[in-house]
């Protein structure tokens, strides 16, 4: 009866948070892990990216727009922001001597200026949305709350149609041809730059998306990139930077550790033990679980 | 006649001298007008610029993008603070950093050196959040508080001794310990052992065929750089009294990335002037505004994409020119020396 009601009380409420977070994390890692594997850029802004969709809750929903319109508004809204940082700062540096160098330092400038963007618009202190979906049922004596229960079917639906974008669509086999081989790609008619550009957007637009759909359960405030970040590399490096499945798979799995560790471990040992994990997969295993995208 | 390497070197020891000059000449006002802000806040500067000479050490020369050198830093100030608690001595608290970086960076290094590129940049970045978290949950460390109170020690010379809590004093014996991990990298990179960490930069592949082990030059590049910003990071606790678990963060080694890019990667001098003006831009912004990440992240992501060399890197090759030039003049009728436009094109690293 013990093991039952702790199952109920404890351990399922725990799990349940364990996969909203991991289905959070899942989209913000895509979108990290898709403009590393095709572009080959590791973007450092990518947080901020993801604040910026938060805040889009908090400042369009001052304004009146509806919470459920804003999930589509702000992944629309971040294209052609995602489009110029492409075309005016990345592909500047792209060709250069040392790609993965100067890409990630000038997403890190980036990042410092949308940071303080932020700050400068809302302010340091955090906010709080409003929960669209409040109330709660219970099945089998445990409690679902429901935006979260709406959050992790969302966020799985929208993996699966990315995977089926990737994987299954004409679309989808020129990004992973751009990925494995630019110049064949492009000498086969496939538009490189726009796809570039419009992968790139679709990352920024997942972190967005992300933002937006977390803004509700967690308070919105301008670093909160920062803190979340970290955790999305080390689900891409677990799962094998470009690699969707292994975003997946990692994102659920960290989640789980963190949220289920917290309940035998102080939390704030959390952090250590995931960033261990990254230190121990990029000695041994870099590639990450599963392999690279267009690569494999 | 010397190579282009040593003759780049002359370039970056004259604009170190120009440097030294203008910080002994700050002072001087400093003392004059019984300043103790700006020689407080001058020798923090001084200070970070050894992080970044590390920083500059292993990205400008080796090829190797640390995203993580604020963890040896935070090692050295965190084990420098302790050590001046329980004994007030400098020598000791100085050795006991420099051995604690040292020991740290070896280890660090063979994880870190088993990935090469943007892998590597990842690596030291985790390992410095690793630190950092665990410093920040431990108690006897002064969890999120970090630990306050350091005393104020004598820097005991044998002939005469420097307080720490003097502005002046503590500001030129930093300046000289500064300069003296700087005069000490300069050295190593001009030895032929320095000369297989630029020949890394230049093509990893290669160095193998010539006899030499990538492995290794790239793990003693590595250490020498955490024990620089371990030597560094035992002054901060002197300067300031305190250390917190900021000084590990990402944000530390950022700035420290950022000054380097500011000053020039790849100069050595660059990392000094880089802190420095990083500092200044910082605290004048700072009158105006508290939104100075904004000015400071265009600033960097345009000097990324127009000056990637920095302005170290751009005032340099004319330095290099000037000295060639009087060099020539001196040997005047012996032989003939390489045309200056030559070192001016192959200067930018």
């Known amino acids: ?296 | 006649m010397h190579d282009r390497i040593t003759q780049t070197f002359r370039g970056s020891h004259v604009l170190t001298a120009v440097l030294v000059a203008a910080a002994l000449a700050f002072m001087l006002v400093g003392i004059a007008n019984n300043d103790t802000f700006y020689l407080r806040l001058g020798t923090e500067a001084l200070i970070f610029a050894g992080l970044a000479l590390s920083v500059d050490l292993l990205l400008g020369y080796t090829g190797l993008l640390s995203l993580g050198q604020a963890m040896y830093f935070g090692i050295g100030a965190y084990v420098s603070a302790v050590v001046l608690i329980h004994t007030q001595s400098f020598w000791l608290a100085m050795s006991a950093s420099l051995g604690a970086s040292l020991l740290a960076a070896i280890v660090g290094g063979i994880i870190a050196n088993q990935v090469r590129g943007v892998y590597f940049a990842l690596i030291t970045f985790a390992l410095a959040q690793v630190v950092a978290k665990v410093i920040y949950n431990t108690q006897s460390l002064g969890s999120s508080d970090g630990l306050i109170g350091i005393p104020v020690v004598d820097v005991n010379l044998g002939v005469a001794a420097i307080s720490t809590s003097s502005p002046a004093g503590f500001f030129l014996a930093v300046l000289t310990i500064i300069i003296g991990l700087y005069g000490l990298t300069a050295w190593l990179l001009n030895t032929p052992f320095g000369r297989v960490l630029i020949a890394l930069k230049a093509n990893e592949r290669r160095v193998p065929f010539l006899g030499y082990s990538v492995w290794r030059a790239r793990l003693a590049a590595y250490v020498l750089a955490g024990a620089i910003a371990g030597i560094s990071g035992a002054l901060y606790p002197m300067l300031r009294g305190f250390v917190s678990p900021e000084l590990l963060f990402f944000s530390t080694s950022g700035n420290a990335l950022i000054a380097v890019i500011l000053g020039g990667v790849g100069t050595l001098a660059g990392a000094l002037y880089g802190s420095i003006i990083l500092i200044v831009l910082k605290s004048v912004i700072s009158t105006y505004t508290t939104h100075h990440l904004i000015v400071i992240g265009s600033l960097f992501i345009a000097l990324v994409l127009f000056v990637p060399q920095g302005l170290t890197g751009y005032v340099r090759p004319y330095i290099v020119a000037w000295l060639e030039r009087r060099s020539t003049r001196r040997s005047n009728d012996q032989k003939p020396s390489m045309p200056t436009a030559v070192v001016l094109k192959r200067d930018s690293s």
């Open chain 1, 1 to 296: 009866m013990e093991l039952l009601e702790y199952i109920q009380y404890v351990l399922a409420p725990q799990v349940l948070n364990g996969l909203t977070v991991g289905v959070a994390l899942i989209l913000v890692a895509l979108g990290l892990t898709i403009i590393f594997g095709l572009l080959d850029v590791l973007n450092m802004s990518h947080g901020e990216f993801y604040a910026v969709g938060a805040f889009l809750t908090i400042g369009l929903g001052a304004m009146g727009v509806n919470f459920w319109a804003l999930i589509v508004l702000a992944p629309i809204l971040m294209i052609p922001l995602a489009i110029a940082v492409e075309r005016f700062l990345i592909r500047k540096v792209y060709d250069g001597a040392d790609r993965h160098v100067t890409t990630l330092l000038v997403t890190f400038g980036l990042a410092l200026v949308m940071e303080d963007v932020l700050k400068l618009i809302f302010g340091a202190n955090p906010h709080r949305p409003e929960n669209p979906l409040p109330g709660a049922s219970e099945v089998l004596g445990i409690v679902f709350p429901h935006y979260r229960f709406l959050l992790i079917i969302v966020g799985a639906f929208i993996i699966l149609v990315i995977s089926y974008i990737v994987y299954r669509t004409k679309l989808g086999s020129m990004v992973r041809a751009a990925a494995y081989d630019r110049n064949m790609a492009a000498s086969l008619g496939v538009p490189v730059g726009l796809i570039y550009s419009g992968t790139f957007a679709f990352g920024v637009g997942l972190a967005a998306l992300a933002g937006v759909l977390l803004a509700p359960i967690y308070s919105v405030f301008p670093t909160m990139g920062r803190d979340f970040i970290f955790m999305a590399f080390s689900v891409v490096i677990i799962g094998g930077m470009g690699s969707i499945l292994g975003a997946v798979v990692a994102g659920l799995l960290l989640a789980q550790i963190s949220s289920l560790s917290s309940l035998f471990i102080e939390p704030v040992w959390t952090d250590p033990i995931v960033f261990g994990v990254m230190v121990i997969f990029l000695m041994f295993r870099p590639q990450g679980l599963f392999g690279r995208i267009g690569h494999a």
